[in-house]
């Protein structure tokens, strides 16, 4: 029934810049929350950003505050993740996520459903 798919990812250079999609179906997209993910190898997995439904309330991990930005396109059933000045240590798997809650959590546990991911990978 809840479908999240990513996209975006790729290779780029330290300094670039990738915009990750989130399509999503299954439920009344504009209502919940949706949030970002990432896992490197040997890693456990960190939260990223989190955006509440009406896009107006955003959360993000420190490591990523001012080089980052979540939006919605709720018209489109879509969630975004622009990444600027991307270092090495972003390089990660990227998940996409929603517990179907109003409100904004960073504990992966509150997450029910998760998107297959997307390769974000960041040359030195």
């Known amino acids: 029934q809840v479908w999240l798919v990513e996209s975006g990812g790729g290779l780029v250079q330290t300094g670039g810049s990738l915009k990750l999609s989130c399509a999503a179906s299954?439920?009344?997209?504009?209502?919940?929350?949706l949030g970002w993910f990432r896992q490197a190898p040997g890693k456990e997995r960190e939260f990223v950003a989190a955006?509440?439904?009406?896009?107006?309330?955003?959360d993000y991990v420190d490591s990523v505050k001012g080089r980052f930005t979540s939006s919605r396109d709720n018209a489109k059933n879509t969630m975004y993740l622009q990444m600027n000045s991307l270092k090495p240590e972003d390089t990660a798997v990227y998940y996409c996520?929603?517990?179907?809650?109003?409100?904004?959590?960073?504990?992966?546990?509150?997450?029910?459903?998760w998107g297959q991911g997307t390769q974000v990978t960041v040359s030195s």
């Open positions: 996520a929603t517990g179907q809650r109003i409100g904004l959590t960073r504990r992966s546990s509150e997450y029910s459903y």
């Open positions: 955006i509440s439904g009406s896009g107006v309330y955003r």
């Open positions: 299954g439920f009344t997209f504009s209502t919940y929350a």
